[in-house]
């Protein structure tokens, strides 16, 4: 049996006051390039998800978010990686948004607009439909997934 190691992922979920939330693309040369995500990245040797989620999203969008507490964990195998998901809120934040790696960004009310999303982030747009007392279809993300993607 071969053990993979996970990769540690911070991610946002922001919700601004009319709970709209947050989507990026992600940028070319990335795997799943043009999947929509939440925004956030890898943590580095010795950060904590707090510090990595507050370096990711100044390197990525520009802004400073205020504090930011695990919501929730969770796994997704790919086969460029096993990844482990650590997921703030985040409320509050300060500075104008810039998308410094080209990517696109989307305020989006549930069920999104936007698609593909990155399959490792279903698990979380189920808890916050129910969290609103919504339904929630897996189908409406998935259905148009294309065919053969490379890296997923
Ligand atoms: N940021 C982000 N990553 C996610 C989400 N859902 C999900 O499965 N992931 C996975 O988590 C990993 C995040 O890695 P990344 O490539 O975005 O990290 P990074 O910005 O540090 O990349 P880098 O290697 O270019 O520095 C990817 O394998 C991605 O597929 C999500 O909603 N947001």
Do not use: N
């Not at 904590?48 to 990525?60: D, G, H, K, W």
């Not at 796994?75 to 104008?96: F, I, M, N, S």
């Not at 069920?111 to 409406?140: C, I, N, T, Y």
């Amino acid at each position: 049996m071969s053990l993979r190691k996970h990769t540690e992922v911070a991610v946002g979920v922001l919700i601004r006051a009319d709970d709209a939330l947050l989507l990026t693309s992600r940028p070319e040369g990335k795997p799943c390039a043009g999947y929509w995500e939440f925004p956030g990245g890898k943590l580095e040797d010795g950060e904590s998800v707090e510090q990595a989620l507050r370096r990711e999203l100044i390197e990525e969008l520009g802004i400073t978010i205020g504090a930011a507490e695990v919501w929730k964990v969770t796994e997704h195998d790919y086969p460029h990686a096993l990844v482990r998901l650590h997921w703030c809120k985040v409320r509050d934040w300060q500075g104008t948004f810039d998308m410094r790696e080209g990517q696109s960004m989307a305020w989006q009310q549930l069920p999104l607009d936007v698609k593909p999303v990155l399959p490792g982030s279903l698990p979380v747009l189920q808890w916050l439909a129910q969290e609103r007392g919504m339904a929630f279809d897996a189908e409406h993300y998935t259905r148009h997934l294309p065919e053969a993607t490379p890296g997923l």
